[in-house]
């Protein structure tokens, strides 16, 4: 600029420009091609050309006006239109640079990625396997995925035969254990199906809670986080001190105790499922007042009068009482323990000749 008379400058200082990529990212479902595009935006307006410096990288799964787009390309406009070039391959990041007067800007991305897989497969069968028989398991919705299938524990039952459509699991061995099925889909994603399985007749547990002083209720149930399918029922086989079978109250898997000590009760608790019934006596006694009810066993009628397991819970060692019918701790042939842990799973098998022995159980 000149005024009258010296002449003098002026200095204008005009701020740099910011630029923005819209999008900054970019979701793709597997199997559903996009077409999107890719805007430059710039804070401020440009009196001079800026030129878009945009890098896909080699084999970048993009299609440009039509065919292939190059790893590395120059436009003057600040927008451009790209195209999935196929549905099962994620395209790769777009990145671009704006050269103005120069000087490059701070390159900008939009980053992909896909969309989470969830499978709508279910797997379909009774999930109750009688054992040394088997059971076929059909998959639906799979659609143009595939499934890899697999057992989470081999101790209570084998793969017979598998496909694509269809699975016939063998059980042997009573337990819980999980059909998993793996599937895959076309763009390499992973998503996982389960269906719990149970094998052969119940077992049954019983959980007791003192309500009252003088009031113990029973629930019948399986393993934890198990199903064995299975219903129950309760019958009285005798006692002593203030219990009666008249103060013994049953409906379905809850049962009742109503008695003060001393007293001692015997009944059976009686678990059936379409393979077959499980019986257990059960056992609870107690001399006095201030008695826990820690005196409370499941027990083989057949064999042993009461069975003592304790600590209860335990953390190391697992102490084993048995007692025979006539209430003595007398030598027996052989016993066999197996340990489940709380999926089901059986994860010990021991065989003692002892009626009084432990069990290290910290593993």
């Known amino acids: 600029a000149f005024f009258e008379g010296t002449p003098r400058y002026i200095t204008i200082n005009r701020p740099n420009p910011t630029f923005t990529l819209n999008p900054s990212s970019l979701t793709f479902v597997c199997g559903t091609p996009q077409t999107r595009t890719f805007t430059v935006s710039a804070s401020s307006t440009l009196n001079c050309p800026v030129t878009y410096n945009w890098n896909l990288g080699a084999n970048n799964g993009w299609l440009y006006n039509g065919s292939p787009a190059p790893a590395n390309f120059s436009t003057t406009t600040n927008t451009i239109t790209l195209a999935s070039a196929n549905g099962n391959v994620l395209p790769s990041t777009v990145r671009v640079t704006p050269v103005l007067n120069g000087n490059n800007f701070p390159q900008m991305s939009c980053f992909t990625n896909w969309s989470p897989f969830v499978s709508n497969a279910l797997i379909n069968g009774n999930r109750v396997i009688c054992l040394n028989s088997s059971n076929v398991f059909t998959i639906s ?130 678990g059936t499922n379409s393979c077959g019934t499980t019986e257990q006596n059960v056992d609870l006694w107690l001399e006095g007042d201030d008695e826990e009810i820690n005196r409370y066993a499941i027990r083989d009628k057949e064999k042993f009068s009461t069975i003592n397991v304790y600590p209860n819970p335990v953390n190391e060692t697992l102490f084993v009482n048995l007692t025979d019918l006539n209430n003595n701790l007398s030598q027996v042939e052989e016993t066999t323990i197996e340990i489940f842990d709380i999926q089901g799973k059986k994860v010990k098998n021991i065989i003692e000749k002892n009626n009084n022995f432990s069990i290290d159980v910290k593993d």
């Open 141 to 270: 919705n799979l659609g143009n995925n595939s499934i890899v299938w697999s057992l989470s524990n081999p101790y209570n039952a084998t793969i017979i035969n598998s496909s694509q459509s269809q699975i016939t699991i063998n059980g042997f061995s009573t337990g819980a254990l999980e059909l998993i099925g793996t599937i895959t889909n076309p763009c390499g994603q992973v998503d996982i199906i389960k269906k719990t399985l149970w094998v052969g007749a119940p077992l049954p547990l019983s959980e007791i809670q003192r309500v009252e002083f003088c009031n113990f209720t029973f629930r019948a149930k399986d393993f934890p986080n198990t199903d064995s399918s299975a219903s129950y029922s309760w019958q009285f086989i005798s006692s002593s001190g203030n219990a009666s079978q008249s103060n013994f109250y049953t409906y379905g898997d809850f049962a009742q105790v109503t008695a003060c000590p001393p007293f001692s009760i015997t009944f059976k608790m009686i």
